[in-house]
């Protein structure tokens, strides 16, 4: 890699973690709807923004801890990993087709879901809508 | 309130005898002229179609008919459905498609299906082009890529109607009115335990059509494939390459929308879908 390019994937890392952190968890755990909707959900998800890394501890649809960067050792449920291409085109608005929704994205090949899909899957809207709120506009 | 709230579609049952099994069906129709039969997409029922059947620019040439897949929506499944697995096959959903028209009497009719449904009016074109008048494949593919495990589904873990909507969900696109993705979110949520996955064998299993579309005779059923851009499922590329192996298929990619363009965006859709019915209707006529 070029190090103009480093450079460059650097900023963009930078700019999309500063926009999921602005909306997450404040924008989770500010609204009640939103927690009530996750209330069946306790787990811990490790998000992937290219290669930072965030450890989101859910707890009975609230989320309990956002944590940058994860400690040694340390478990998780399941994860999200993404490439900052990846995130950066989900949070367009409007997206572009075929980088539109999470599935879209995997389908593609920048995005994969890991570990023990049950949380994620049995509350998928949850995490969707969760995902989808650094989005200019929020979730849909 | 508006001075008629009454709306114009109507809904009746019959009973039709599918490859040997009494199935009850709930059919809907509106308007009049050439008859049109709506086929709904996996794990869905006719809603789908209800933007459609309230629109005088279409009613009024076309007599429009949509009705549920048995164990869909209304209809219910045959007897003794508690002792087996739903699975649906291209010949059993052929067979349901020719035995239903054939049942209320319809002379040739114009067929529109989307995804699954889309999938099957291949079928059609290449087996029974004779016995319509045009088709119509809404999100239409010889074959497109699965992108989950369908195994979800259909789990005691897992409630099936949330996790049906909200892996679809994202087939809708961005540009399509909330009230209207959320309508069709929630026909995801009623399907009965399986039939969405169900429906799946027949578009991921059973009916894989590459290589096998040949013989459509385009001058006897003029086909139309329409997808929409944000169809990440079946994607404007698996229709434009479906289409490459058909002479004489007429092809369009519609602009913001997803996988279900008659119920996400009717407006939208309309755009896309009425020169076609006025094609079929000038031709006709």
């Known amino acids: 890699m070029s190090g103009t390019s480093k450079v460059s994937r650097e900023q963009l890392e930078r700019k999309l973690c500063a926009r999921f952190e602005q909306a997450v968890p404040k924008r989770v755990n500010g609204d009640p709807h939103f927690v009530w909707r996750g209330r069946n959900l306790s787990a811990d998800c490790l998000l992937q923004i290219g290669t930072v890394s965030y450890l989101l501890r859910f707890e009975q649809g609230s989320i309990k801890e956002c944590r940058k960067g994860l400690p040694l050792m340390c478990p998780w449920d399941f994860a999200i990993r993404g490439s900052a291409r990846g995130w950066d085109a989900l949070w367009q608005d409007p997206p572009k087709p075929g980088w539109h929704d999470l599935f879209a994205l995997t389908k593609r090949g920048e995005m994969t879901l890991e570990g023990n899909l049950h949380p994620l899957v049995a509350n998928l809207q949850y995490f969707k809508d969760i995902l989808a709120l650094p989005r200019k506009g929020g979730a849909r | ?285």
């Not at chain 2, 549920?68 to 498609?97: F, N």
């Not at chain 2, 399509?176 to 009623?190: F, G």
């Open chain 2, 1 to 285: 309130m508006k001075a008629n709230p009454v709306e114009p579609i109507i809904g009746r049952y019959t009973t039709v005898s599918i490859l040997g099994e009494d199935c009850r069906i709930y059919f809907e129709e509106a308007g009049q002229g050439i008859p049109l039969l709506c086929l709904h997409t996996a794990g869905a029922d006719t809603r789908q179609f209800r933007h459609l059947m309230g629109d005088e620019d279409v009613t009024e040439k076309f007599r429009v008919i949509t009705f549920d897949m048995p164990w869909h929506g209304k209809s219910y499944p045959p007897v003794g459905w508690e002792k087996r697995e739903y699975q649906l096959t291209t010949e059993l959903y052929v067979a349901m498609i020719r035995s239903f028209s054939a049942a209320i009497g319809l002379d040739r009719p114009v067929a529109m299906g989307c995804s699954i449904g889309g999938r099957i009016i291949l079928q059609l074109a290449h087996a029974h082009g004779r016995e319509f008048r045009a088709l119509i494949g809404l999100e239409s593919a010889d074959f497109q890529q699965p992108w989950y495990d369908t195994a979800w589904l259909h789990r005691s873990d897992v409630h099936g109607g949330e996790v049906c909507a909200a892996l679809i969900s994202g087939l809708i696109a961005p540009q399509s009115p909330d009230a209207h993705r959320h309508e069709t979110l929630w026909q995801y949520m009623q399907s009965g335990p399986g039939i969405f996955r169900g429906d799946l064998y027949f578009y991921r299993v059973d009916c894989d059509l590459r290589g096998k579309l040949g013989g459509i005779d385009t001058s006897v059923c003029p086909l139309y494939l329409l997808t929409g851009e944000y169809d990440f499922s079946c994607r404007p590329e698996d229709t434009l390459r479906t289409a490459k192996t058909i002479p004489g298929v007429k092809v369009k990619i519609m602009k913001e929308v997803g996988h279900f363009p008659m119920s996400e965006n009717p407006a939208q859709f309309k755009k896309y879908i009425m020169p076609v019915l006025n094609e079929i209707w000038k031709r006709e006529k």
